[in-house]
Antibody, heavy 118, light 111 residues
Framework: QVQLQESGPGLVKPSGTLSLTCAVSGGSISSSNWWSWVRQPPGKGLEWIGEIYHSGSTNYNPSLKSRVTISVDKSKNQFSLKLSSVTAADTAVYYC???????????WGQGTPVTVSS | QSVLTQPPSVSGAPGQRVTISCTGS?????????VHWYQQLPGTAPKLLIY???NRPSGVPDRFSGSKSGTSASLAITGLQAEDEADYYCQSYDSSLSGYVFGTGTKVTVL
């Protein structure tokens, strides 16, 4: 079955850019699914960041839209997240997930913690 | 930015039934968008528990059930077990935000 695995730096400096990658295995990123990023600040709830289709079409959370870029690399079967101008408020565990027709997310990656600190 | 409201915590003794509410508005649950539920065990990623308001993915015990009415939805756990201690989140789509929204989350404690 499809599995997702996030990777990237665990520490980012304030005002810098957070960059993460989600590798998809057991299935093709070119399937009829969208691929999303979700984050969870320490001790808090889940926040949807945005999504991408294999064609490159994207949708972003309006509250983050000005700072977010999600891209896809079909040759590597992976998609990526870039979040610019980060602050301590962007410290969170970042998850990638597959969107299913019907608007739910399954499966999820294991998550990767990112801390914004100097 | 949670637009779906859940009680912060619920608790029950083993074997009891507990319910978790998820209250939305006319731009999400009330707009006929489906509600989905996730279970997040301590230190792990969320796992799909209920999709399409009341459907269970393969492998999810039938102790878990979901329902939706108007601008709210509910998750019920019957025959509560120690392994059910976790955080639970509802999720839907919001047309005003043009994006997916999650509930505030509910911690279930087994007494």
């Amino acid at each position: 079955q499809v599995q997702l695995q996030e990777s990237g730096p665990g520490l980012v400096k304030p005002s810098g850019t957070l960059s993460l990658t989600c590798a998809v295995s057991g299935g093709s990123i070119s399937s009829s699914n969208w691929w999303s990023w979700v984050r969870q600040p320490p001790g808090k709830g889940l926040e949807w960041i945005g999504e991408i289709y294999h064609s490159g079409s994207t949708n972003y959370n309006p509250s983050l839209k000005s700072r977010v870029t999600i891209s896809v690399d079909k040759s590597k079967n992976q998609f990526s997240l870039k979040l610019s101008s980060v602050t301590a408020a962007d410290t969170a565990v970042y998850y990638c997930a597959r969107w299913e027709t019907g608007n739910w997310f399954d499966p999820w990656g294991q998550g990767t913690p990112v801390t914004v600190s100097s | 930015q949670s637009v779906l409201t859940q009680p912060p915590s619920v608790s029950g003794a083993p074997g009891q039934r507990v319910t978790i509410s998820c209250t939305g508005s006319s731009s999400n649950i009330g707009a006929a968008y489906d509600v989905h539920w996730y279970q997040q065990l301590p230190g792990t990623a969320p796992k799909l528990l209920i999709y399409g308001n009341s459907n269970r993915p393969s492998g999810v015990p039938d102790r878990f059930s979901g329902s939706k009415s108007g601008t709210s939805a509910s998750l019920a756990i019957t025959g509560l077990q120690a392994e059910d201690e976790a955080d639970y989140y509802c999720q839907s789509y919001d047309s005003s935000l043009s994006g997916y929204v999650f509930g505030t989350g509910t911690k279930v404690t087994v007494l």
